[in-house]
């Protein structure tokens, strides 16, 4: 049975968790081993376990059940001692060793404060991962960021060193800093070491990002593993709320080298379902010349940009033949696609995108890869192959985890040790090879929720020590349901399960997307009271500290410009509004689906969390569904008037977003609400404020809003349009609110 990880952080379902000894299917079953998957070493380290029971929560016995002991429930841990917790120590070799604990002999459940799992016999587990203790090791004690001015950075760094088992001393430490592909050693100066503690300090940094490498070795010669700390030098420290998502399906972006361009894949049929030749130059060269910085894009998703393979593989539709230009068919687990530039692009992208303060999440898929994947082929074992999904007796939702995407994709199988451990480790390579600052992990219902948890894990451990947190973001595809928040409080339960301190930042808001961007602002199916219900129930609904990001459209839904094109007509299914090969869609006639978009992003970019702008909607892309939405990026001479006016927009909110905090980290406060006028108020703890005002009405509107005392603004403060509209003025604590036909306006101090 499948434990959710929010359910681990919850004090009133842990007994939920727990039954009795015979009957828990969490318990392996007729294992009879010793221990964990080792690490080589034949040495055995003392590990120290703690279990601090939640409030309202106090049992008298507490069992450390592990591989170990062969999961002995009379494997008591010493207490409950004067707080109320429970202790053991347990020597294991160096590994990952599955357990759980055993409340008062009968309530098998997992380690709320322990982020890996394995499973062992079937059945998943809590997890240790015990490093080799004849090595020393080193901890972050503090760390010191400080910036006064541009190009004066600095960085102190505290470590404690601890002997290994041979107690030897410590003897020589060596220290480098990593920045935009270039690392430099640390000179004696910048380093001191004391019998247990090194302190770092480097300083007279320019601004970006930065990786400092520390290596102590004993008097034995024995090395320690290497703390990486990263850290940024920033004029405001970065965080994830600051960030508008821009995504980039690679492939269709801009062709910046022609020299990988590769040549049309044989009986690919339609172009759309052929390699495109945009590659990581292009992205690039947009990054540099400010493209990106101009829509206030603060970090980028890149589409996988792994290996694919060179033929094609018939579509979903079983007629059309496609090929791996999206990336989401890797057969080599550390190779960056050639067509796409190789290694030597992606780094330079990345050099180029941290010289702009942007940060870049790779996608990694983590529910199948190819049939020509070098794992496949040497192991087998690692994957299932089976069923493909929504065929008959292979449910999407019932067979998530086994089923197959296509018969050519096999399923990872996560519940296999080797394979857990593999592609995290994989995935630890991409991060720290080219310097990339998080994760959008693919398909996160389909995959064992170990995957989550202990490849989360790993990159808080291995990465954020330096105080830099990189972010991880998931896709949960639910809430196509126009319903209400009862019958969509399992699509909030399976998307917040995921979500916590030992697994994601957040996740794609996609109950808000079914409910709002094309509901709202493309059919008129419902008003901005319907907008504004579905925003704070987002708030409500998803586990506090999340971060999650609303969107209006992605590389798996259909341009909102077309749906709103097609809004109406005779016959029109809102759900497919048009095929994907044949009466596919064409720019829109009329300038109202422009207008349209413009209100769907003013109201995009009010809401709270990481928002995703989606490569083209900038200023109004069409197309249907897959391949019609993914067509070639254009940039601004390629634009009509119409769409020349979006970008314009779209830039300003970009804008409005980067200079306002309140706008990026504020609270989210609803101050007026009708079916045709929404204003929403952003105002952070220190007294930031915004007001974002929206309109879907056709023709123009004039609106009294009474400002909410709460938000501070006094009477005669005059409001400053960021859109470029008039100011406004409180007075007796309203404002006449003037707005065109689907107008916006974001009004700051």
Not at 179 to 203: C, R, Y
Not at 210 to 217: F, G, I, M, S
Not at 381 to 392: K, M, P, Q, S
Request: net charge negative; hydrophobic share 35%.
């Amino acid at each position: 049975m499948k434990n959710a990880v929010s359910i681990l952080l919850l004090a009133l379902a842990w007994l939920a968790l727990g039954c009795s000894d015979d009957a828990d299917p969490n318990k392996p079953k007729g294992f009879t081993g010793t221990g964990g998957t080792g690490g080589g070493s034949s040495q055995r380290c003392a590990t120290e376990f703690l279990f601090q029971p939640p409030a309202g929560l106090a049992p008298h016995s507490v069992a450390l059940a592990g591989e170990w002991n062969a999961f002995d429930k009379a494997a008591l841990m010493e207490g409950p001692n004067a707080s109320g917790a429970f202790t053991a120590t347990v020597d294991l070799a160096p590994g990952l060793h599955g357990y759980k604990l055993v409340l008062n002999g009968t309530d098998w459940i997992l380690d709320p404060a322990q982020g890996y799992r394995k499973y062992v016999a079937g059945s998943e587990n809590s997890a240790r991962r015990v490093e080799d203790c004849a090595k020393p090791r080193l901890a972050v004690v503090s760390t010191d960021n400080q910036r006064p001015s541009a190009g004066s950075g600095n960085y102190t760094v505290v470590l404690s060193f601890s002997a290994g088992s041979s107690g030897a001393a410590l003897g020589t430490v060596t220290a480098t800093l990593d920045h935009a592909g270039t690392s430099t050693p640390l000179q004696d100066s910048q380093v001191s070491v004391t019998e247990s503690a090194i302190t770092a300090s480097v300083d007279g940094l320019a601004d970006g990002k930065y990786t400092l490498r520390v290596v102590a070795k004993d008097k034995n010669g024995q090395e320690s593993r290497a703390q990486r700390l990263v850290f940024w030098i920033e004029s405001e420290a970065f965080d994830w709320n600051d960030a508008l998502v821009y995504m980039i399906l690679t492939d269709r972006y801009r062709n910046g080298d022609p020299q990988n361009d590769s040549p049309p894949t044989p009986n690919v049929q339609d172009p759309r379902g052929d390699f495109g030749n945009g590659d990581l130059e292009g992205v690039r060269q947009k990054i540099a010349d400010g493209t990106l910085d101009q829509l206030g894009v603060r970090a980028i998703w890149l589409t996988p940009f792994q290996t694919n393979p060179p033929d094609a593989y018939v579509a979903a539709d079983e007629v059309h033949l496609v090929t791996g230009y999206h990336g989401y068919w890797p057969v080599k687990a550390r190779e960056v696609e050639p067509r796409l530039g190789g290694e030597a692009a992606l780094h330079a992208l990345v050099k180029e995108a941290h010289a702009h303060g942007i940060r870049i999440l790779m996608d990694y898929v983590v529910n199948h890869v190819h049939q020509d994947h070098e794992y496949f082929k040497t192991n087998p074992e690692w994957f299932r192959t089976g069923c493909v999904c929504g065929t008959a007796g292979c449910d999407w939702t019932a067979q998530a985890l086994e089923c197959l995407f296509t018969p050519y994709l096999p399923d990872v199988n996560w519940s296999n040790t080797a394979a857990a451990e593999q592609f995290v480790q994989d995935a630890v390579w991409w991060l720290d090879t080219f310097d990339l600052d998080g994760i959008r992990v693919d398909a996160v219902k389909h995959v064992e929720d170990l995957a989550i948890t202990n490849m989360s894990t790993r990159v808080r451990e291995e990465f954020e020590a330096g105080g830099t947190k990189y972010f991880l973001m998931g896709e949960t595809a639910m809430g196509w349901g126009d319903c209400g928040v009862d019958c969509n409080k399992d699509q909030y339960g399976v998307i917040s399960r995921y979500i916590g301190p030992h697994a994601l930042d957040g996740q794609f808001d996609f109950v808000l997307y079914h409910a709002v961007p094309y509901r709202v602002f493309a059919y008129d199916d419902s008003g901005m009271l319907h907008a504004d219900f579905w925003s704070k129930t987002s708030l409500e609904q998803y586990p506090k500290g999340s971060i999650m990001t609303p969107f209006i459209g992605s590389h798996d839904s259909q341009r909102f410009v077309s749906l709103a094109t097609y809004r109406g007509q005779p016959g029109f299914d809102k759900n497919i509004p048009y095929n994907q090969w044949d009466n596919v869609a064409g720019p829109p006639q009329d300038s109202e689906p422009y207008a349209r978009l413009g209100s769907a992003l003013a109201w995009l970019y009010a809401q709270p969390g990481a928002p995703l702008l989606y490569y083209g909607d900038e200023y109004g892309e069409w197309g249907g569904s897959d391949p019609g939405n993914r067509n070639f990026w254009r940039g601004d001479s390629a634009l009509s008037a119409d769409e020349q006016a979006v970008l314009a927009l779209t830039r300003k909110l970009g804008a409005a977003r980067r200079d306002l905090k309140a706008l990026r980290r504020g609270g989210y406060r609803s101050v007026h609400a009708t079916e045709t006028v929404l204003v929403v108020g952003r105002q952070t703890e220190q007294g930031d404020v915004a007001l974002v005002a929206v309109s879907r009405d056709g023709g123009p509107t004039t609106t009294t809003i009474t400002v909410p005392p709460s938000l501070g603004i006094a009477a005669g403060t005059t409001l400053t349009d960021r859109l470029g509209g008039p100011s406004v003025t409180v007075s007796g604590g309203t404002f006449e609110l003037l707005l065109p036909a689907r107008g916006s306006a974001i009004y700051a101090p």
